[in-house]
């Protein structure tokens, strides 16, 4: 039994950066009370065992708000970052603010506020319900335009007079960008393109796809409310009709009775390396 894990398997740069701040906080020690702003990722194995060590996830407004006004609080902004007025607020509430903000998504948010700051009108491709395009929003200081199919930019008022700037949001598809930002120019406007894209998530997949078309069997590791980790799995899928979608090793269910030579293993990018190498040595060592 041959086993091929994918390189870009698991976290991306931006959010092990994140997860290693939480965790040097919680070892640290400090005595100070640690909170993230929502879940450090989308997994609730690594939630919880950080819960344990004394990390917070606050997911709701109403949750935030329910918490004292003390300068021993410390706020962590994981890799998606937040809007600006989400940041004075936490500001306003005594929170002292680490933030992990990954840089990718940093520089959409300068771009924004330094583009929209000269009057232009942003217009950001993405999905407008991701934390991470909510956050982009809240950086323009003129009303952001949010689209995120070809269709819809038939709902743009453009105007003659108006500059534009389009940014996408990281994870967006290339082809699907690309396509979008086509049909704005042609429509002959001033309209100023940034390539915020980040190609983490590409090469993850096009990564995988590879795999997958040359293995007997695929393990694709993820959260099953990950988007991400869905797509991966679609993905092998494609490429490889015996792939199987995990949470963790107590999840796998192979096949024995197949003759199994080959097997790959790619995960999602909210996917620890523990559960990656647990699994890894398992098939390993079991078959
Ligand atoms: Fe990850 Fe940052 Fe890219 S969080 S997907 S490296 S934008």
Known sequence: MEVITAKNAGFCFGVKKAVDMVESQAKENTGKNIFTYGPIIHNEEVVKSL????????????????????????MIIRSH?????????????????????????????????????????????GNKNHPEVE??????????????????????????????????????????????????????????????ICNATYERQSESRKIAAKVDTMIVIGDTHSSNSKKLYEICKEECE???????????????TKSVRLVGITAGASTPDYIIEEVQNYVRVDF
Not at 83 to 106: N, R, W
């Open 51 to 74: 819960e344990e060590k004394g990390v917070h996830a606050v997911r709701s407004k109403e949750e935030l708000d329910k918490i004292a006004c003390d300068t021993n609080n410390v």
């Open 81 to 125: 970052g937040i809007s600006k007025a989400e940041q004075d607020e936490l500001i306003k509430k005594g929170f002292e603010i680490i933030d992990a903000t990954c840089p990718f998504v940093k520089r959409i948010h300068n771009t924004v506020r330094e583009e929209s700051e000269k009057g232009k009108h942003i217009i950001i491709i």
């Open 135 to 196: 956050g982009i929003m809240g950086w323009s200081t003129t009303p952001p335009t949010v689209i995120e199919s070809l269709e819809e930019v038939d709902d743009i008022n453009f105007e003659k007079d108006t500059s534009y700037c389009v940014v996408a949001q990281t994870t967006f598809n290339h082809n699907k960008f690309k396509e979008i930002v086509e049909k704005i120019q042609t429509l002959g406007y001033d309209v100023n393109v940034v390539t915020t």
């Open 242 to 256: 015996d792939t199987h979608f995990i949470q963790t090793l107590d999840d796998l269910n192979l096949d024995l």
